[in-house]
């Protein structure tokens, strides 16, 4: 059965940073497309960034530059290094995993994680 399981999630103040993990069991980390969406209340789920089986990344234009997505294969993890936090950074994190970065693209990845609460304070 596969498990994506995030962590590292917290309260920040503006300006801070946070590194949010993703561990990953049940497949073959090292062939799946990576991804990080985020949501807050009241809005849809938003593409935040991605990171292929051959460590080509994507983000979103609002997170271009603050954010980085990395994974170490050899512990099935990935990454999301989070700095000069917003408040409108403010959301439930969510992981996901999909053979294809084009599925992530297109919002539909096979697996997501449960989600990790982001709170920026101003």
């Known amino acids: 059965q596969v498990r994506l399981v995030e962590s590292g999630g917290g309260l920040v103040q503006a300006g801070g940073s946070l590194r949010l993990s993703c561990s990953a069991s049940g497949l073959t980390f090292q062939n799946y497309a990576m991804a990080w969406f985020r949501q807050a209340p009241g809005k849809e789920r938003d593409f935040v960034a991605a990171?292929?089986?051959?460590?080509?990344?994507r983000y979103a234009n609002s997170v271009k530059g603050r954010f980085t997505i990395s994974r170490d294969n050899a512990k099935n993890t990935v990454y999301l290094q989070m700095n000069s936090l917003k408040p409108e950074d403010t959301a439930a994190y969510y992981c996901a995993a999909d053979l294809s970065i084009q599925a992530i693209l297109r919002k539909e990845p096979d697996y997501w994680g449960q989600g990790t609460q982001v709170t920026v304070s101003s």
């Open positions: 990171l292929s089986w051959s460590d080509s990344t």
